[in-house]
């Protein structure tokens, strides 16, 4: 069985804080990997119509108990679009759910077979896979071809909806944004402070308080 590793990153990554559901692209349409490979829509249509979803791994280790499941599958103009979700009653799950929100965590590889008359070699060496049959889609930590982007800010639009109270936005600042404590506990008394009615602020004070906004906005970018 042949593997092939992507980031995360151009998967476009989008999780849930509360299901351990995620999206992105298990593989990308068109670009050439470190493997000397190039993959064309289609490949995946007759696999995904005869075999059905793929098992989820993490680095391939097919031994062990699976670490979630897909959900969804199916190909687009930009690759292979997969919707997942983690047991996150399983120590590995919530392992690998904290590494995705994390940013430490970032590669995708897919298991497969290439069936026969599934490739042709262009003259330049550059291998052109027409047809994939998928095994399994591995969460993993050395991913191969570098194209992709994760998305963080989409998973922190994503935590930000179940902020309700003041320690859940303290929590938010502490373990999505990446906040210390005393960072956190700092910014909340100075939002309170600038949300709560009292007396008029001079413009001067007004200006102090964007200038600090501003940089607090460029330090979460």
Known sequence: MHRKNLPLSDCQIKVDRESGRFSGYASTFGNIDSYGDTIIKGAYAQTLEQDGLPRMFFNHDGWEIPIGKWIDAGEDDIGLHVE????????????????????????????????????????????????????EVSVVTQPADQNARVDLNSLKYEAMQGIETERDLERFLRDV?????????????RVKAIMLPGDPVSDEAKAKEAQFLAGLAQRFN
């Not at 965590?105 to 047809?131: C, T």
């Not at 944004?177 to 008394?189: D, N, R």
């Open 84 to 135: 997942g979700e983690l047991t996150l009653d399983m120590s590995k799950g919530r392992d690998v759910y904290a590494a995705m929100k994390h940013g430490t965590l970032d590669g995708l590889s897919i298991g497969y077979h290439v069936p026969k008359d599934g490739q042709e070699m262009r003259h330049d060496g550059i291998r052109i896979l027409k047809q994939i049959k998928l095994v």
């Open 177 to 189: 944004v990446g906040c210390s404590k005393g960072f956190s506990t700092a910014l909340l008394t």
